[in-house]
């Protein structure tokens, strides 16, 4: 049987936590909880996504040394004694880093087709992407549409002929930095034989253009 001191025993109340805040990967960060409560309130700290770390120990001061992307997310302040239920708060701690291309991919085609190559990058804040053709910036004409949402980005030839084949750059771009990738449109070519196999299947040739 618990016997508590009625007027000595305090429920654990978090006073002070750090607001929500951006860094930059690499960065030095101090997260900071600081709670009333008698006894004394014990707190911890959890990363709650995307690790679901626990930190150990009692720390009103949660020092994160150069700070990793994996790093960024939701992290939860708790504040405990046996006086009553934990208070609990979250800070949301926001890492930015330079774009990395994740995905490029190349693409073939035959003339009169549609055609679409795609771009793909990881980056904090979301990326811009632009498009060159060697060294011309692509825009939204010609028959030339680029479509990006987010981390992805689209070239879409509508109606592809002899000049669209070749080598194409895709460019991320955020406040923190810049990145290329080159893509290729090859041609595809379909054989004119006639098909033994009563149109049931296609034999597509692929050459590097
Ligand atoms: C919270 O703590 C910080 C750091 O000690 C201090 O600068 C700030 O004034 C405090 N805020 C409140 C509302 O007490
Ligand atoms: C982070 O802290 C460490 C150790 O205190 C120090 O050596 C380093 O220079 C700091 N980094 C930044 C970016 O402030
Ligand atoms: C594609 O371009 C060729 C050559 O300019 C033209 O003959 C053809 O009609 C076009 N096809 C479509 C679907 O627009
Ligand atoms: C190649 O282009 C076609 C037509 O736009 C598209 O459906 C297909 O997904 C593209 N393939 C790749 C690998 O991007
Ligand atoms: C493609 O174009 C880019 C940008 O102009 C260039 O850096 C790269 O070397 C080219 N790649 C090939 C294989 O021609
Ligand atoms: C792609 O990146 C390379 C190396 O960083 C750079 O030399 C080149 O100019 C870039 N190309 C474009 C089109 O931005």
Not at 25 to 46: D, K
Request: a negative charge; aromatic letters at 8%; hydrophobic letters at 35%.
């Amino acid at each position: 049987m618990v016997v508590l001191l009625l007027g000595a025993a305090v429920p654990p109340k978090i006073s002070n936590i750090s607001s929500d805040i951006t860094v930059n990967e690499g960065s030095n960060v101090t997260l900071i909880c600081m709670a009333n409560g008698r006894p004394e309130p014990v707190i911890t700290w959890r990363h709650l996504t995307p690790t679901a770390r626990e930190f150990e120990g009692d720390e009103e001061f949660l020092e994160i040394l150069g700070i990793t992307r994996e790093q960024s997310g939701k992290y939860e302040c708790k504040a405990a004694n046996e006086v009553s239920t934990a208070d609990v708060k979250q800070v949301r701690v926001t890492v930015n880093y330079p774009p990395t291309i994740t995905e490029s991919k190349s693409n073939e085609s035959a003339t009169g087709r549609q055609a679409s190559l795609k771009c793909a990058a990881s980056a904090v804040p979301t990326p811009d992407f632009e498009w060159y053709r060697d060294d011309t910036r692509i825009n939204n004409a010609n028959g030339l549409e680029i479509r990006s949402t987010g981390s992805q980005s689209f070239l879409t030839v509508a109606n592809v002929t002899e000049e669209h084949y070749g080598n194409y750059t895709c460019v991320a771009t955020n406040k923190l930095g810049i990145t290329n990738a080159s893509l290729f449109l090859y041609k595809k070519i379909l054989p004119t034989l006639p098909n033994p196999f009563s149109g049931q299947y296609m034999l597509y040739v692929t050459v590097a253009f």
